[in-house]
């Protein structure tokens, strides 16, 4: 379960005070995924940030009570220096799981090749995102986080592997998803939910969503 009670966060951009939750309260059961429609520039990586741990709310409690992936795309954890097989041998320390493992695990799934022995710092921002869900889908959580405006892939033969993997992974995990698309949605979610000044109005439905969300585009 993650659980926000009266969660309140803000930034200042240099002329306003820009507002991603006011006093907000809600929460994500296990089994129950879910979906959020914010139009760009509104919060969304915010939200997926304080629900993974990695950013504090200005006000309220934010309660993780399930094992929380970080968010797909996130390269917080790794270091930049080191190849995909020393960072992904440290991660699985740190998860305390066989090392050995899910290095095989990532390099299977990347696909890197040659590069999986070289530091990220030269990898692009596809390879780093291939990386990164590989990590991600080597580890076993509750609830997965995926903000749609991380780094994507467009090696083919790697979304088809993920992709299915991910579905494998879904039908025992739950997944909470951000997105400016209701389409983006469709796959994944059971419920939906639209942030809109501050707040997350939560529906039982993605239609029921999408009619908020629609009227305030």
Same mark, same amino acid.
């Given at each position: 379960?993650?659980?926000?009670?009266?969660?309140?966060?803000?930034?200042?951009?240099?002329?306003?005070?820009?507002?991603?939750?006011?006093?907000?309260?809600?929460?994500?059961?296990?089994?129950?995924?879910?979906?959020?429609?914010?139009?760009?520039?509104?919060?969304? !990586?915010?939200?997926?940030?304080?629900? $993974?741990? &990695?950013?504090?709310? +200005?006000?309220?409690? =934010?309660?993780?009570?399930? @094992?929380?992936?970080?968010?797909?795309?996130?390269m917080g954890g790794v270091v930049?220096?080191?190849?995909? !097989?020393?960072?992904?041998?440290?991660? $699985?320390? &740190?998860?305390?799981? +066989?090392?050995?493992? =899910?290095?095989?695990?990532? @390099?299977?799934?990347?696909?890197?090749?040659?590069?999986?022995?070289?530091?990220?710092?030269?990898?692009?921002?596809?390879?780093?995102?291939?990386?990164?869900?590989?990590?991600?889908?080597?580890?076993?959580?509750?609830?997965?986080?995926?903000?749609?405006?991380?780094?994507?892939?467009?090696?083919?033969?790697?979304?088809?592997?993920?992709?299915?993997?991910?579905?494998?992974?879904?039908?025992?995990?739950?997944?909470?998803?951000?997105?400016?698309?209701?389409?983006?949605?469709?796959?994944?979610?059971?419920?939906?939910?639209?942030?809109?000044?501050?707040?997350?109005?939560?529906?039982?439905?993605?239609?029921?969503?999408k009619q908020l969300y629609d009227?305030?585009?």
């Amino acid at each position: 379960m993650i659980e926000f009670e009266n969660v309140s966060k803000s930034f200042w951009t240099g002329k306003k005070r820009k507002v991603i939750l006011d006093r907000a309260s809600f929460r994500v059961e296990l089994g129950n995924s879910l979906g959020i429609l914010a139009a760009n520039g509104t919060g969304k !990586t915010t939200i997926i940030n304080m629900m $993974a741990g &990695l950013e504090k709310p +200005d006000e309220g409690r =934010v309660t993780r009570t399930s @094992r929380i992936s970080f968010p797909l795309g996130f390269m917080g954890g790794v270091v930049s220096k080191h190849t995909a !097989t020393e960072n992904a041998r440290f991660i $699985a320390r &740190l998860y305390g799981l +066989d090392p050995d493992y =899910v290095e095989s695990f990532c @390099r299977w799934l990347c696909g890197l090749e040659e590069y999986f022995d070289m530091p990220l710092a030269i990898y692009s921002a596809g390879m780093k995102a291939r990386f990164s869900f590989s990590l991600m889908l080597a580890l076993e959580f509750d609830i997965y986080l995926i903000d749609e405006g991380m780094p994507a892939t467009t090696d083919v033969e790697f979304n088809r592997k993920a992709g299915s993997l991910l579905r494998d992974r879904m039908k025992d995990a739950t997944v909470v998803i951000v997105s400016h698309q209701a389409k983006t949605l469709e796959k994944f979610c059971s419920s939906a939910a639209v942030l809109k000044n501050g707040q997350l109005y939560m529906f039982e439905t993605l239609e029921e969503a999408k009619q908020l969300y629609d009227y305030q585009s």
